[in-house]
């Protein structure tokens, strides 16, 4: 049976550069990613050990240095390219990303816009 354990991140918020305007080609804007990363945390629950497990500061902190080292045009393209760096640790095996930009670029009252990609292996 396949592992359906996961681990969250929620609301994890970084500047960067990242819309098709030319406004937001120049400025960064906060944006807001969710990540749920599918992975066997049976090891992990035995032996309480960070070894045996994704260490979520880590991906934290590879999240955070995509959105604020790399430049984006398209919401979808920054989602894969988050996606690509939790997959580059084969124990993950699944991972959902949702990213949202805090402050759309539309005339409309909208509190976010954003985009959800799911990606496995």
């Known amino acids: 049976m396949a592992p359906t354990d996961r681990i969250e991140l929620r609301g994890l918020v970084a500047s960067g550069i990242c819309g ?12 807001e990613v969710d990540l ?14 960070l070894d045996d497990t994704l260490d ?23 989602a894969q390219r988050l996606a690509e760096v939790v997959l580059a640790d084969l124990r993950a095996l699944e991972v959902t990303v949702s990213v949202r930009k805090q402050r759309p670029p539309v005339p409309q009252v909208m509190a976010t816009s954003g985009v959800r990609i799911t ?3």
Do not use: H, M, N, W
């Open 20 to 31: 098709a305007l030319p406004e937001e080609k120049q400025r960064r804007q906060p944006l």
């Open 119 to 121: 990606r496995g292996r």
């Open 36 to 49: 749920d990363v599918v992975a066997d945390l049976a090891a992990a629950g035995a032996s309480d050990e």
């Open 56 to 78: 979520y500061g880590a991906l934290a902190a590879a999240v955070e240095s995509v959105i604020t080292g790399e430049e984006f045009t398209l919401l979808e393209r920054l």
